[in-house]
């Protein structure tokens, strides 16, 4: 079934939605994006997703173009028109489209595209059995927390943990230090109820799940440490897991071929996964836009 995509301005079936082969998102990966999370047919921490995009756009002195407020009814009309329950909405702004030239162009409107994508988050699967990671050296630029385009970085290590038969790959620094997964953020817990997960700074994304696990820190009876963790620790660590919007909190059971303890999801995991989950689908009673939906409260696996 077609879905009904945004793009500048128009909502339109997405076999008619179209970008010029001269918009810079296409040239240069001039463009930021977001993903967030849609619950019951409202849309989770929307104000953050907003507010990180506006400083991804502000970080890569973009023009100013659409402001939260003007966002947020576009986000809930698309859906509304795709009887959206479930999944995510995707957001990609670029700087528009002008005739192919590094510097940046004058007076060109940014180009904003928005899609939905209907997926299982809360009740997927892999979390009964927790994923596969391998480490991968992070080759990507010094502004990670820039939530770009860019993800060229990000596939090479997806395909390098596909071929090594894991499910996704963890990056490493030039100290073999852990930054954090392809496409999330990671975390070890230790024997000693620690929280572990690299602090804030350009090598990593300011991943808006991970300020919702940390505010969790306290209720699931674990200590926070926000510091580097090596590739060694993560391997004998008594839990592990990811964060983000498309997947909340990620059991990861094998590092490298290493079982992480008796290789199941670790239980402080799976109490932070819940709770997650419903802060996630509380946020998103707030941004309603359709009618109630069924989304099942979350339960440990
Ligand atoms: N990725 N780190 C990276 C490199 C990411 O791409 C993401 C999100 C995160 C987690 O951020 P958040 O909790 O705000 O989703 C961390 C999205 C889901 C994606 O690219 O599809």
């Not at 109490?271 to 998103?284: F, G, T, V």
Request: hydrophobic share 40%.
């Amino acid at each position: 079934m077609s879905r009904t995509v945004y793009v500048n301005g128009e909502f339109l079936p997405e076999e008619n939605a179209k970008i010029s082969v001269f918009d810079r998102g296409f040239l240069f990966a001039d463009a930021v994006y977001e993903v967030c999370p849609v619950l019951g047919g409202g849309i989770a921490d929307a104000d953050a997703h907003l507010a990180r995009l506006a400083r991804s756009l502000k970080e890569l002195q973009f023009p100013d173009h659409y402001s939260a407020s003007e966002y947020l009814p576009l986000l809930k009309t698309l859906v509304r028109n795709n009887k959206l329950e479930e999944g995510l909405i995707y957001i990609q702004v670029t700087r528009g489209t002008q005739d192919r030239d590094f510097n940046f162009p004058q007076n060109t409107d940014p180009s904003v595209v928005m899609f939905t994508q209907a997926k299982n988050v809360v009740d997927n699967p892999q979390v009964k059995t927790g994923i596969s990671v391998v480490t991968v050296p992070d080759i990507r630029w010094q502004r990670c927390d820039i939530k770009t385009v860019g993800l060229l970085p990000a596939c090479l290590a997806k395909a390098e943990a596909t071929r090594q038969g894991a499910n996704d790959a963890w990056m490493h620094d030039n100290d073999g230090n852990i930054t954090e997964g392809s496409s999330n953020n990671a975390y070890i817990i230790t024997g000693e109820g620690k929280l572990v997960t690299r602090h804030l700074s350009n090598a990593i994304l300011h991943g808006i799940t991970r300020v919702s696990v940390l505010k969790l820190v306290e209720q699931a009876n674990l200590v926070l440490e926000e510091r580097p963790f090596s590739i060694a620790e993560a391997e004998n660590a008594a839990e592990a897991f990811s964060s983000s919007a498309s997947s909340f909190v990620m059991p990861v059971t094998t590092i490298n071929g290493n079982r992480i303890s008796d290789g199941k999801p670790g239980s402080n995991t799976l109490k932070l996964r819940e709770l997650c989950i419903n802060a996630a689908i509380q946020s998103a009673a707030t941004t309603q836009a359709t009618t109630p939906g069924r989304v099942a409260k979350a339960h440990s696996a």
